[in-house]
């Protein structure tokens, strides 16, 4: 056990699991970083010195020898489950803390617990910051995308440290000070949503091909390796591509077809949703994506669905171009998820107060993290070039990306109506922007029955104020 007595380590980190031993060694194989391990279960501890002697690891097996080991400000990043665990050992820390210390939160923790943490401790004179952490268990290891919130203060140390380690894109490393206490968590929460509403879109794609064109496994594995050399690049197109060409070595099936179909979660894309409905911002390929895995687990109610409806519709025959018509169809989807994520993020920094840079966070994520993608490039371009868009399909490259992509939308979706595949992915970002860009919505009917049952009142097009008519009475017109 290393000597305790001297304060040597720049950073510690609590919390054993693979993720936290993995973001422990690429800290450590970094120059600058000494880094002190602490796990409640000190087996662990040992078995990770004993595995990366070339870590350097100073290695605690009391809080009390861990914290006595950090240099100040004493920097120690949590990563235990979210929840009572982390509470706990933010307490543990705290409680051993001196003003001016950091605690760092990297696990996927609600935005408004970090709020509070950050609140209780900064009446303590500690800093507290909640950082997304995205990439998985191989990103925490060889860099991932990082989304610190916290003080400014706090991200004089923690900055360099967590550039250090994160993923590098065009030659910037994936980290920035999204914005104060909450800040990384919320928008990490987002990362999370999008994340959903991609998968879900993909998920759409291969079920088209499969059900409607007919395609093998493998052969829609060719087919996404194709799109990732296009406009569709990314990470999750990639490892599509590599389940779908994966085979059972239990059965010699193809892998995809032993996996029961019912999809678990963690809860961040209920999270996004919940918080995107309490902020009024429109995020239906996400709501649809999270549903569609609840769908996926009502096992009973299926069962019964297949009892009661006697026949499907046969698949629409389609020709040569139906590849690139979903191909198509998930860009342009695709582009509306960011659209709406992107929105909530605005709409939660003006609600929360944050000064969250749009175009760095598109930045950030173009490495390291689940979403990565080409056209975060794209994105960060178009929120640089004009920080006040309405939306992101205002740029003129996301525009045409929607506009080009529309006809194929639309057949696309006729074809998965007729043959009884659901899309909701697709036909929820297809209603948005059908609902965006209509001249008048039903809306207006909306706000009739309203005022016929509950006198909510009216606006009306052709003049100022507000009105409510007298439906049980002559039915005349008052202003109210
Ligand atoms: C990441 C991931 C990660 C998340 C997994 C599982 O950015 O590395 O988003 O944080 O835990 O995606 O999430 P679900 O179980 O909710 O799909």
Redesign the pocket.
């Known amino acids: 056990m290393a000597n305790l007595q001297q304060a040597r380590a720049n950073v510690g980190v609590v919390g054993l699991a693979v993720m936290g031993s993995n973001l422990a060694r690429n800290l450590a194989s970094r120059e600058g970083n000494t880094v002190a391990i602490y796990n409640r279960s000190p087996e662990r501890t040992r078995k990770l010195v004993q595995e990366h002697p070339e870590a350097g690891f100073i290695a605690a097996e009391t809080i009390d020898d861990f914290v006595a080991s950090l240099t100040r400000p004493r920097t120690a990043i949590i990563m235990v489950q979210a929840g009572a665990a982390t509470d706990a050992v933010i307490e543990q820390l705290a409680e051993r803390f001196e003003p001016g210390d950091i605690i760092v939160d990297g696990g996927?923790a609600l935005f408004t617990d970090t709020i509070r943490r950050e609140k209780a401790l900064r009446e303590r004179g500690i800093n507290f910051v909640g950082v997304?952490?995205?990439?998985?268990e191989e990103?925490a290891l060889r860099g991932?995308?990082l989304m610190p919130g916290g003080s400014e203060e706090a991200y004089q140390t923690l900055g360099p440290i967590l550039a250090s380690i994160a993923a590098v894109a065009e030659g910037e490393p994936c980290v920035t000070h999204v914005g104060t206490d909450g800040a990384g968590h919320f928008v990490?929460m987002i990362?999370?949503g999008i994340?959903?509403a991609d998968?879900q879109l993909i998920a759409e794609a291969y079920d088209l091909l499969r059900k409607v064109r007919g395609l093998e496994p493998a052969a829609i594995a060719d087919v996404f390796a194709e799109w990732n050399t296009g406009d569709l690049e990314s990470y999750l197109i990639e490892i599509t591509a590599e389940v779908l060409r994966h085979t059972d070595a239990k059965t010699g099936k193809p892998f995809i077809d032993i996996v029961l179909d019912q999809?678990?979660?963690?809860?961040?894309?209920v999270w996004t949703v919940q918080t995107a409905l309490s902020l009024g911002v429109p995020v239906g390929g996400i709501a649809e994506a999270v549903f569609a895995?609840a769908v996926s687990n009502r096992a009973e109610q299926r069962a019964v669905a297949r009892q009661i409806v006697k026949s499907r519709p046969s698949p629409v025959e389609v020709g040569d171009g139906f590849e690139d018509d979903v191909r198509a169809a998930l860009y342009a989807s695709k582009v509306v998820a960011y659209a709406q994520g992107f929105d909530v993020i605005a709409a939660g920094a003006k609600e929360y107060g944050w000064n969250i840079n749009l175009g760095n966070i598109a930045k950030i994520w173009r490495g390291g993290?689940?979403?990565r993608a080409r056209f975060l490039n794209r994105i960060a371009d178009a929120y640089n070039t004009n920080p006040n868009l309405a939306t992101l399909l205002e740029d003129p490259y996301f525009a045409k990306a929607v506009t080009d992509g529309e006809a194929a939308w639309r057949r696309i979706i006729n074809v998965a109506v007729n043959s009884g595949v659901p899309v909701p992915g697709f036909s929820a970002a297809l209603a948005y922007y059908d609902s965006l860009a209509s001249e008048r919505l039903p809306a207006a009917l909306v706000q009739g029955q309203r005022d016929f049952f509950g006198a909510h009142t009216y606006k009306r097009v052709d003049a100022e104020g507000t009105f409510h008519t007298l439906w049980s009475g002559d039915r005349s017109e008052i202003q109210a």
């Open positions: 996927n997304g952490i995205s990439g998985g990103g991932p995308s990490k990362h999370n994340e959903y998968m999809a678990g979660s963690k809860g961040t894309g895995r993290c689940i979403i």
